[in-house]
């Protein structure tokens, strides 16, 4: 059963950190693009971070974009997201994904074949 858990997550002060973690199981992610969405409260799911097999290649939406960094370790099958200069209007419930069929770096869900429970982030004022 092909399975991604992610951690990490909590409450923080604006302008405070976390350091979200996925870890895959039930087969290797090492040559899977990974991504990170967020949804808030009433909102639909957003891109948050993508990054390729290799982590050579990152796309960050313009929202968090010199804020938060996604980065990988293959021998681990884990992917992270730093996420620094937190807002309150990152407050969401963040999830990990994963392309199953090598479709290339999509920001778009229909990209992804496989999704975590989710970690909530709530960033207080």
């Known amino acids: 059963q092909v399975q991604l858990v992610e951690s990490g997550g909590g409450l923080v002060q604006a302008g405070g950190s976390l350091r979200l973690s996925c870890v895959g199981s039930?087969?290797?992610?090492?040559?899977?693009?990974m991504g990170w969405f967020r949804q808030a409260p009433g909102k639909e799911r957003e891109f948050v971070a993508g990054?390729?097999?290799?982590?050579?290649?990152?796309y960050y939406a313009n929202s968090v974009k010199g804020r938060f960094t996604i980065s990988r370790d293959n021998a681990k099958n884990t992917v992270y997201l730093q996420m620094n200069s937190l807002k309150p209007e990152d407050t969401a419930v963040y999830y990990c994904?994963?392309?199953?069929?090598?479709?290339?770096?999509?920001?778009?869900?229909?990209?992804?074949?496989?999704w975590g429970q989710g970690t909530q982030v709530t960033v207080s004022s």
């Open positions: 039930g087969r290797t992610f090492s040559n899977a693009v």
């Open positions: 990054i390729n097999w290799s982590g050579g290649v990152t």
């Open positions: 994904a994963a392309d199953g069929q090598n479709r290339g770096l999509r920001v778009a869900e229909s990209g992804y074949d496989y």
